[in-house]
């Protein structure tokens, strides 16, 4: 049985930082690409970072380029989000997520959602 586990969401001040987590087990977690996702109230799921099983490359979204860092640790099956200057903005539910696709930035493109941790930033 695969699960995703996120953890490590909480409430801080716009300027602030926080590092997300996410366990997988129940997966070749190397094989897969694993990402991070974010949904505010009313409105869509949306990208937010990406890092490839290979060679650990890795994609963001415009809106959070040059403040959050994503990384992946396969040894130990752990995925990290490391997230600087947190902007009002960027309050959602961040979720992690796995993908078989070399690349992929559409929430459908992906087999398994962690059940989400919720990040609010405040003004």
């Known amino acids: 049985q695969v699960q995703l586990v996120e953890s490590g969401g909480g409430l801080v001040q716009a300027g602030g930082s926080l590092r997300l987590s996410c366990a997988a087990s129940?997966?070749?977690?190397?094989?897969?690409?694993v990402s991070w996702f974010r949904q505010a109230p009313g409105k869509e799921r949306e990208f937010v970072a990406a890092v490839s099983w290979s060679v650990g490359r890795t994609y963001y979204a415009d809106s959070v380029k040059g403040r959050f860092t994503v990384s992946r640790d396969n040894a130990n099956h752990m995925l990290y989000l490391q997230m600087n200057s947190l902007k009002p903005e960027d309050t959602a539910v961040y979720y992690c997520a796995a993908s078989v696709y070399a690349l992929a930035y559409k929430a459908n493109e992906y087999t398994y959602w962690g059940q989400g941790t919720q990040v609010t930033v405040s003004s």
């Open positions: 129940g997966l070749t977690f190397s094989s897969y690409l």
